[in-house]
């Protein structure tokens, strides 16, 4: 499977954005999709994690109740919905895919190139 994530961009604190990660190849929905991001000079982390059929999700705390990840197995499509954005969700952000639903990064094999997020205060 290969990975393509759009819709970043800049916006104010309390402002909405949506991510989209179109992915290309067979099996998408054996696939857990994980949506994950760097901030300059941080270590990439995790953000959240849908399962392959989409009937579990999970968030990181710092974003938990604002943003919310769901997929389409028809369009091959995983989408983060951010809403309430804060100037500190400001990172690359980037969706993965694993063939474990999972937290760690290490479970996640296949990558995006990454779409920039910038909200300003």
């Known amino acids: 499977v290969q990975l393509q994530a759009s819709g970043g961009g800049l916006v104010q604190a309390g402002d909405s954005l949506r991510l989209s990660c179109a992915a290309s190849?067979?099996?998408?929905?054996?696939?857990?999709m994980g949506w994950f991001r760097q901030a300059p000079g941080k270590e990439r982390e995790f953000v959240a994690t849908i399962s392959g059929r989409g009937g579990s999700t999970y968030y990181a705390s710092s974003v938990k109740g604002r943003f919310t990840i769901s997929r389409d197995n028809i369009k091959n499509t995983v989408v983060l919905q951010m809403d309430s954005l804060k100037p500190e969700d400001t990172a690359v952000y980037y969706c993965a895919a694993g063939s474990l639903y999972s937290l760690n990064i290490r479970d996640y094999s296949t990558w995006g190139q990454g779409t920039l997020v910038t909200v300003s205060s």
């Open positions: 190849g067979r099996s998408f929905s054996s696939y857990a």
